[in-house]
């Protein structure tokens, strides 16, 4: 008797189903672009800090070593949430928006600072940053609310309001420590997922205005973030205080021309620049890789990019697609403030480089979000999934 094993020796085409085999693709390029961005944070940190760490630790391989134990720790949350069902993390969705929350709070209480913001909870060396944990919270609510609630998208009380909602909690929390940056970040992706899940575009609209505003407004209240305003307009009016990092940062990436100084040979690293291996990584590369470093990894992102909106629109279901959009949106958001900051097009914020720039909390919960992304593509199928039905209503 024939058995299944001997039909695929004897058509080699039809091992692997074709939903299946588009799954497959989308999951090992994804998988292969996390390593690279893992790999080139690693060897970045290692140039960025290298010269900061032996002069404050007495020892060059401080920072890398303690970004490769988050690097580990975000592989095995990679693994673990890519391994699981999405459909079981949706169950949760509920509990981790209120532990979120709830620890949103707590940091303003109990929290530990540093530069004027209080950020971090923890005992020691282990903190992390709550905020964080609540762009992976917000992902899985708003595509759980949204994809529950498909056939209501024209009703804005019952899709587009409790979302507001959240934010707006979530939003003034993160404000209070503060971290406008990460406020940002926060509401776009909350907003992509609901304009993609079909929300209605004018009440969509006039919430991104108002919210666009409110970022204005709050930008320009505070003393420290007001000058950072103004010194994104003209650093050179206060070129060795206010806009000595903006300087910096420009010099060192048109130190670098086209081809670069060479990997561990840039100078900005030399107390020139701060944050060199963290917040402006990305000035560090283009110092040492040059024009054409630098647009190399503009070009992973835009690759990341890709292969999320193409996870996206092959996942089985709503949920998928949604969670996938919002998960790819969190990246290439955050993404385009960091750099955008870094070579002065948008002011400083102080959004790490998703997986490239020192920092474990970033690394850890980012890595969790790419698991999430993979455990999509392992389930996406061959068709396209329309995100949205003609009229702007969700199918």
Not at 156 to 180: D, F, G, K, S, Y
Not at 290 to 298: H, S, T
Request: proline fraction near 5%; charge should be positive.
């Amino acid at each position: 008797m024939s058995t299944a094993a001997d039909a695929r020796a004897r058509h080699p085409s039809a091992r692997t189903p074709p939903a299946q085999a588009t799954g497959a693709r989308l999951f090992v390029a994804l998988a292969f672009l996390i390593a690279v961005f893992n790999l080139l944070g690693l060897v970045m940190v290692m140039s960025a800090s290298s010269v900061v760490a032996l002069d404050d630790y007495g020892s060059s391989w401080y920072f890398v070593a303690r970004q490769a134990a988050w690097a580990a720790a975000g592989t095995v949350a990679l693994v673990v949430v890519a391994r699981v069902d999405y459909h079981r993390w949706r169950r949760l969705s509920g509990p981790f928006v209120l532990v979120a929350v709830g620890l949103l709070g707590l940091v303003l209480v109990i929290g530990t600072g540093a530069n004027g913001a209080t950020r971090w909870i923890g005992v020691g060396p282990l903190t992390f940053q709550p905020s964080e944990l609540a762009k992976l919270a917000l992902v899985l609510w708003v595509a759980d609310l949204l994809a529950r609630r498909a056939a209501y998208m024209h009703n804005t009380r019952a899709t587009l309001r409790p979302v507001i909602v959240v934010l707006a909690v979530m939003a003034t929390l993160v404000m209070l420590q503060p971290n406008l940056g990460t406020t940002i970040v926060v509401a776009a992706i909350a907003l992509t997922v609901c304009f993609v899940g079909g929300a209605p575009l004018g009440p969509l609209t006039r919430w991104a205005t108002f919210g666009m505003g409110a970022a204005v407004a709050l930008a320009l209240a505070a003393p420290y973030r007001r000058a950072r305003v103004l010194a994104f307009l003209d650093p050179w009016a206060d070129p060795m205080d206010k806009g000595y990092q903006n300087i910096q940062s420009l010099v060192g990436l048109a130190e670098g021309g086209v081809a670069g100084k060479g990997l561990g040979a840039g100078t900005a690293k030399w107390g020139f620049l701060p944050y060199a291996h963290s917040d402006f990584i990305f000035a560090v590369i283009g110092e040492e890789l040059g024009l054409v470093g630098a647009v190399a990894v503009v070009g992973l992102f835009v690759l990341l990019g890709v292969l999320g909106v193409r996870v996206a629109l092959h996942a089985p279901d709503r949920f998928g697609l949604l969670l996938a959009v919002g998960v790819t949106a969190w990246f290439c958001v955050q993404a385009f403030v960091n750099i955008g900051a870094v070579i002065g097009i948008l002011p400083i914020t102080g959004v790490p480089l998703p997986f490239v720039s020192a920092g474990g909390s970033s690394l850890v919960f980012g890595m969790a979000g790419a698991g999430l992304l993979l455990s999509v593509a392992r389930h996406a199928t061959d068709r396209v999934l329309p995100p949205r039905a003609p009229g702007g209503r969700s199918r």
